[in-house]
Each structure stands twice: as structure tokens, then as C-alpha cells.
């Protein structure tokens, strides 16, 4: 007997939405059973001035003294590396909003957002600087990291070098810019990182 087809080969419907599962997307946080228990939300505080994003680091602070449940942690946008305690995620974060014109969920003063702390071994995804990738392409993963605050993303030269692993990056993923309160999705450069 001969099979004279491929029980093996996988194929999309011609005209199908789901061009192609490459890739990575902008603040996911990649499935793992341990990792997964560091998850919390925490508020975006009232003085807040600007949203928070997923896959952006935070400086996270303790509202009342003696409580360790998420619900009484604030987080604000890091502004510099050593302030770093974690990055927000998009997994479990369901209160983003997203507004007319932008297609990427913004995290607004007293909302919600997920993040990870530094030290869990979360993987997650964060935005790559155009101009660090070949620096950061087919390196060691102890190779040091940093954070430029002006373009929002990892790169290869700062002040302080992150606590992090450089795992991978990927070219073909899903990540976003964020200028005059507008956020918008592109193709680029993303890395995996595990914290």
C-alpha cells in the first residue's frame, strides 16, 4: 500500500487571516509554571502623568507599610536603570484602554496593570533600539544590557547594566511606539529577556 498525499503537511485556507505565527509581541510574558506565581497587578498612582504599557520597566513602591498584597503596591515608569524593580506584562492585564486612532492598550492613573518583579526568571518580551541590534545579535546571554529611556527600549551601551539575560531576539514581532499620548503597533525587533 503507498499514500500517494503528505499526512504530514500543514497548510492555511488561502484568503485567511492568520498570515503567519512568527514572532514575538511587545510585553508578553512567556508561559512558565514557576515564573507564573510572580504575576501581580498593580496601580498606576493617581499623580501619574502619563500611561504605562506592556513590556516597559517600573519602579515599584509599597503604598502602605507592612502590606504585601499587590493591591497595595504602585508602580511609575522608571527613569533610570537602577531604579528598575520589574517590567509590566500584558497577560492578565484586562483593564487597558485603547483609544480612537491607537491600537495598543495604555494602563492610566488608578488602573491596573500586570508586572513582573526583577529575580522571578520570568521571560518576557521587550522592544529592541534599531541601532543596538546587530551589537546584540548571535551574543553570549550573559552578554550586559541596558534601558534608553528616550526610545523606550533595550540596547547595548548605558549607565547601569540591567539584571537580565538576553535569551533571543526576533525581527518579525509586534512592537509599539508611544509619542505625543498616541501608541501605535509596528513590525520590529524584540528581544527575550528573562528577569
Not at 100 to 110: K, W
Not at 121 to 130: E, G, L, Q
Not at 163 to 182: E, H, I, Q, R, W
Amino acid at each position: 500500500m503507498s499514500i500517494t498525499f503528505n499526512p504530514m503537511l500543514t497548510t492555511s485556507a488561502s484568503n485567511n487571516f492568520a498570515t503567519g505565527t512568527e514572532g514575538w509581541t511587545q510585553g508578553d510574558f512567556q508561559a512558565d509554571p514557576t515564573a507564573r506565581n510572580w504575576l501581580i497587578a498593580a496601580r498606576v498612582p493617581n499623580s501619574a502623568t502619563t500611561p504605562l504599557w506592556p513590556g516597559m520597566p517600573i519602579t515599584e513602591t509599597s503604598v502602605v507599610t507592612g502590606i504585601t498584597s499587590s493591591a497595595d503596591v504602585a508602580i511609575t515608569a522608571a527613569t533610570t536603570e537602577a531604579a528598575i524593580t520589574g517590567f509590566t506584562v500584558i497577560n492578565q492585564a484586562y483593564g487597558g484602554i485603547i483609544a480612537p486612532g491607537d491600537n495598543v492598550p495604555l494602563f492610566y492613573a488608578g488602573q491596573t496593570i500586570s508586572c513582573i518583579r526583577l529575580g522571578s526568571n520570568a521571560r518576557i518580551v521587550v522592544p529592541v533600539d534599531a541601532a543596538a541590534i546587530s551589537a546584540l545579535s548571535n551574543v553570549p546571554i550573559n552578554t550586559p544590557v541596558y534601558w534608553d529611556f528616550a526610545t523606550n527600549s533595550l540596547t547595548n551601551s548605558g549607565s547601569t547594566a540591567l539584571p537580565v539575560k538576553l535569551l533571543g531576539l526576533d525581527s518579525n514581532s509586534k512592537v509599539f511606539t508611544y509619542a505625543s499620548g498616541a501608541a501605535t503597533w509596528t513590525t520590529g525587533t524584540a528581544a527575550l529577556i528573562q528577569i
